[in-house]
């Protein structure tokens, strides 16, 4: 069965501590996206990546990063320096044509202890 | 910058026909997705407009009108399953999407 799976599903941060969320898909994809959820926000881009070593920077990075070592993973990393890390992380996938629908993963809730 | 509005809140009976309109205002456009979002869930991808018109499937169809910058997503025979959040999405030609805030449909028996 194709599919992206996140995991954790649900992850718990303390104060001053990085955490990676897992994202990794089967679908071969080229493109993939970590979007970030809060109540009454709707989804925000936080990085997306079209290729294999490169990404771009969506509209609230900071405070996070990832990486696109392989086509299959694309993980992102909750730093210290992001203050408000508490929401429901989404990552997706697509085909990087205009087209196409992107495909989500089942979600990490992160909560700070 | 990029601005998609959706109503907040709606409600609906079951059986009942619901439409959900979604207004954009974007730097480009490349085409305009729906997707369905159960509480705590994925969202799921529903229907893709790039053409003004009416798409039609099963019992959700979705219609644009470009000009007017304008998207509507009609649900008919409403079923319970049906109570969800549904998110309007824009291409506007960079390769990514944005998101409305979603509109929470509540469907009462």
């Known amino acids: 069965d194709g599919g992206i799976t996140q995991s954790p599903k649900y992850l718990f941060r303390k104060e001053g501590q990085n955490v990676t969320l897992s994202c990794e898909q089967n679908l071969n994809h080229d493109a993939m996206y970590w979007y970030r959820q809060d109540p009454g926000q709707g989804l925000r881009l936080i990085y997306y990546s079209q290729i294999v070593n490169d990404f771009q920077k969506g509209d609230i990075a900071e405070g996070y990063s990832v990486s696109r070592e392989k086509k299959e993973s694309f993980p992102l990393t909750v730093t210290s320096a992001q203050k408000n890390p508490t929401a429901f992380y989404l990552c997706?996938?697509?085909?990087?044509?205009?087209?196409?629908?992107?495909?989500f993963g089942d979600g990490t809730r992160l909560s700070i202890l | 910058g990029q601005n998609i509005d959706q109503p907040t809140e709606m409600t609906a009976t079951e059986g009942a026909i619901v439409q959900i309109n979604c207004t954009y205002q974007?730097?480009?456009?490349?085409?305009l997705f729906w997707y369905q979002q159960h509480a705590g869930e994925a969202p799921t991808f529903l229907s893709y407009n790039v053409l003004d018109g009416l798409e039609e499937k099963g019992r959700f169809s979705s219609f644009l009108s470009r000009s007017k910058g304008y998207s509507y997503l009609l649900l008919k025979e409403l079923q319970m399953k049906d109570s969800a959040s549904y998110l309007c999405a824009v291409n506007s030609g960079y390769s990514t999407l944005t998101f409305g805030k979603g509109t929470m449909l509540l469907v009462s028996p």
């Open positions: 997706a996938s697509s085909t990087d044509r205009n087209n196409q629908p992107q495909h």
């Open positions: 974007t730097s480009g456009f490349n085409g």
